[in-house]
C-alpha cells in the first residue's frame, strides 16, 4: 500500500489533515487488549510492521516534495513503541500478547528504526508524537535515550489514564512501574534540559 503513488495533496477543505501529511505510519494492530479500546476491532489485536526499507523509501519520496522542510511529524503506531513486535505465530494463535513469551519485547528494531531516520539525508527532525505504552519501556534504556535526545521536543505523550491506577484496573492495563519509569525518564532528561536551558541563555543573553 504504501508503495502506492499518492500525490501527498491535501485539498484546501482539509486543513485539520496537514499533520498527516509528513507523519509515518510504522506498524498497525495492538497487542494489550486493553477493555474500552477499538484498535483491535479496526486494526487487529497482533502487530503488523513495515520494513525498515519500506518506511525509509516512503521518506525519500517526501524529501522530494517541495513542500516538504525537512522535518516528519510523527514516526508511530499504536502504540509507537511497539514496531517491531510482530508475532511469531500470528495465524494460529488465541493467546494474549503481552503474556506470550513468542512476543519479541525488545525495542532493538525501533531503535534502530528511529536511527536510520534521523540519519537520512534531507531529515532534520523526526519526531514520535504518538503516544507509546511506559510500561514495556522501563527496561528499554537504549531505546528511552534515542526517543528524548533526537524524538521529541519536551513532551512525551503517554495515555492520560496511567495517571489513575482505578482506571487502569478497569482497563486492564499495568499501572505499577509508572513512578519508575518517571524516574527514569526524569534521569535521561535532566541534562538535556540543562543543555536546552543554556543553549537559550546563550543565545538570548
Known amino acids: 500500500v504504501y508503495n502506492l503513488p499518492f500525490?501527498?495533496?491535501?485539498?484546501?477543505q482539509f486543513k485539520e489533515f496537514e499533520m498527516?501529511?509528513?507523519?509515518?505510519?510504522?506498524?498497525?494492530?495492538?497487542?494489550?487488549?486493553?477493555?474500552?479500546?477499538?484498535?483491535?476491532?479496526?486494526?487487529?489485536?497482533?502487530?503488523?510492521?513495515?520494513?525498515?526499507?519500506?518506511?525509509?523509501?516512503?521518506?525519500?519520496?517526501?524529501?522530494?516534495?517541495?513542500?516538504?522542510?525537512?522535518?516528519?511529524?510523527?514516526?508511530?503506531g499504536p502504540s509507537a513503541n511497539m514496531y517491531g513486535m510482530d508475532c511469531?505465530?500470528?495465524?494460529?494463535?488465541?493467546?494474549?500478547c503481552m503474556?506470550?513469551?513468542?512476543?519479541?519485547?525488545?525495542?532493538?528494531?525501533?531503535?534502530?528504526?528511529?536511527?536510520?531516520?534521523?540519519?537520512?539525508?534531507?531529515?532534520?527532525?523526526a519526531f514520535v508524537r504518538s503516544g507509546i505504552r511506559y510500561d514495556m519501556v522501563v527496561d528499554e534504556l537504549e531505546y528511552l535515550v534515542e526517543l528524548s535526545k533526537f524524538h521529541i521536543s519536551g513532551?512525551?505523550?503517554i495515555a492520560p489514564e496511567h495517571f489513575s491506577?482505578?482506571?487502569?484496573?478497569?482497563?486492564?492495563?499495568?499501572?505499577d512501574r509508572f513512578e519508575e519509569f518517571k524516574q527514569k525518564f526524569d534521569e535521561i532528561n535532566?541534562?538535556?534540559n540543562q543543555n536546552l536551558r543554556y543553549y537559550l541563555m546563550a543565545a538570548h543573553p
Not at 498527516?20 to 476491532?41: M, P
Not at 491506577?165 to 499501572?175: E, Q
Open 99 to 125: 503474556e506470550c513469551t513468542l512476543l519479541d519485547h525488545s525495542h532493538q528494531k525501533a531503535v534502530a528504526l528511529l536511527k536510520q531516520i534521523r540519519e537520512t539525508n534531507g531529515i532534520k527532525k
Open 155 to 157: 513532551t512525551l505523550k
Open 88 to 96: 511469531k505465530n500470528r495465524p494460529s494463535c488465541d493467546k494474549s
Open 20 to 76: 498527516a501529511l509528513f507523519s509515518i505510519i510504522t506498524h498497525r494492530g495492538c497487542v494489550c487488549k486493553c477493555n474500552f479500546c477499538s484498535l483491535a476491532l479496526h486494526q487487529g489485536d497482533k502487530i503488523i510492521s513495515r520494513s525498515i526499507e519500506n518506511i525509509l523509501n516512503e521518506i525519500q519520496k517526501l524529501v522530494s516534495l517541495p513542500a516538504f522542510k525537512g522535518y516528519i511529524y510523527d514516526v508511530g
Open 7 to 12: 500525490s501527498y495533496n491535501i485539498p484546501p
Open 165 to 175: 491506577p482505578k482506571i487502569c484496573k478497569l482497563m486492564n492495563k499495568p499501572n
Open 190 to 192: 535532566a541534562p538535556l
